[in-house]
């Protein structure tokens, strides 16, 4: 068998943890909580088309050529000045800034710089899938810092890392934290770089929701606090303008970028220039910030339908109430495998998609979860599709004769 020649990293037997995030439908009234998508209506359509032709028209035939590994100059300095204003990183360089093949390649090359097999690292319980997902390549061993009303329990990470200070890798999403919504407070993103400091580990603080409030103040990032070059701060285009061009960048201290942008250059060779060069065309005519403020007036709206349609007809459910982002976090009864009724009940029956709680958790061990998301769908399925979820919840305990609480 071919299969006998694949790198024992590949495990093929193993369903992926991201297949729950788009699987296949063929249902005309199909739902999707699942996938973090935009809003489409809201792709800034017409300007992106005449950035894109303008990036043809500047580089000619050349712009179908090879380019910089650094991408466009402008494009560069444009985050410099975000990252001083807008993420509170006074003294940041262009040295600091690297462009990546959106923020999913920043989380794996991050792992392929820092991860031997074996090697220790922390993550939030539950997380990003995707992350989770890209560290299991390098077949880490992983320990678990339980979720907290304002982020991650570091008392719980401290004693961990006493135990273990072979530790070197934390990965945290602060900012209306995927899955659950939880923004970190102040006080915990100075003490997780005081541990960071203290017990010799590095921070990757991802923030693709960071923009995204809908409610309340923006926070200081991690990485403001940053006194060692501990953190490195990553976030993307994707949620903010579009996920298309898969462009997304990061800050750390400038070994930290030398070193990636070594294992950027096997992985691609460059920032591919039209996607970039779109972007850089389209940030120096139009205001982003003007544009991302109609994405928060119309995610808010939506955000409170979710909200509203939960208490309709799942009252009492336990749910999350992020201030941003894109997601809510259900929690059921103990004795309810999410995983299973997505394939069994969910997609077959009422055509409804969500993430199921297993692959959010390093060891897939808690199944009783799920995301939505509310973003992607229109007021209508977000109605219905609750509608559908509290029947499929409702009918479910009935047959396995499971007290649900909250139904």
């Known amino acids: 068998m071919l299969e006998n020649l694949f790198a024992s990293r590949v495990k093929p037997d193993e369903k992926s943890r991201l297949v729950g995030l788009f699987p296949e439908t063929h249902y005309l009234d199909n739902i999707s909580f699942g996938g973090g998508a935009p809003e489409e209506k ?47 990183i006074p003294e940041v360089t262009d040295d600091e800034i690297m462009l990546t093949a959106g923020g999913q390649q ?34 880490p061993t992983y320990f678990n810092v339980s979720m907290e009303d304002d982020g991650a329990d570091l008392t719980q990470f401290e004693l961990l890392l006493k135990a273990h200070p072979e530790i070197k890798l934390f990965y945290t999403v602060p900012d209306f934290h995927n899955p659950t919504g939880i923004t970190m407070s102040v006080a915990k993103r100075k003490r ?3 541990l960071a400091n203290k017990y010799d580990f590095i921070i990757l603080e991802d923030t ?15 990485k403001s606090f940053d006194t060692e070059g501990r953190v490195i701060f990553l976030s993307s285009f994707s949620k903010i303008l579009t996920p298309a061009f898969r462009l997304g960048w990061l800050v750390a201290d400038p070994v930290v970028v030398q070193a990636l942008t070594k294992l950027k250059l096997t992985e691609d060779l460059e920032v591919p220039y039209l996607p970039s060069a779109t972007i850089e065309y389209y940030l120096q005519n139009n205001d982003l910030d003007e544009h991302i403020q109609s994405l928060r007036a119309l995610y808010q709206t939506k955000m409170e339908a979710m909200m509203a349609a939960i208490d309709r007809y799942l009252p009492g459910i336990k749910v999350s109430h992020p201030e941003g982002g894109f997601f809510l976090w259900l929690e059921l009864d103990q004795g309810i495998d999410t995983t299973k009724l997505l394939w069994e009940n969910a997609v077959p029956e009422q055509h409804l998609v969500y993430v199921p709680s297993e692959s959010f958790y390093a060891h897939r061990d808690r199944k009783n979860g799920m995301r939505i998301n509310f973003t992607g769908p229109t007021y209508e399925q977000i109605d219905d599709g609750v509608k559908r979820l509290s029947k499929m919840l409702v009918e479910n305990s009935r047959q396995k004769e499971i007290f649900v609480k909250a139904i």
């Not at 794996?108 to 560290?135: C, I, Q, R, S």
């Not at 923009?211 to 103040?217: C, Q």
């Open 42 to 88: 809201l792709f800034p359509v017409e300007e992106l088309k005449e950035a894109y032709q303008v990036a043809v028209k500047r580089q000619g035939a050349h712009a179908f050529q090879y380019h910089d590994i650094r991408g466009p100059e402008y494009l560069r300095q444009f985050l410099v000045e975000r990252a001083k204003t807008l993420v509170g």
């Open 208 to 222: 693709p929701y960071r923009d995204l409030r809908y409610v309340g103040k923006s926070l200081p990032s991690v």
């Open 192 to 194: 997780l770089v005081e």
């Open 106 to 139: 920043g989380i794996e090359l991050v792992a392929k710089l820092l991860l031997n097999k074996g090697d220790a690292m922390a993550v939030e319980a539950p997380t990003y899938v995707g992350a989770l997902a890209a560290f299991d390549t390098f077949e």
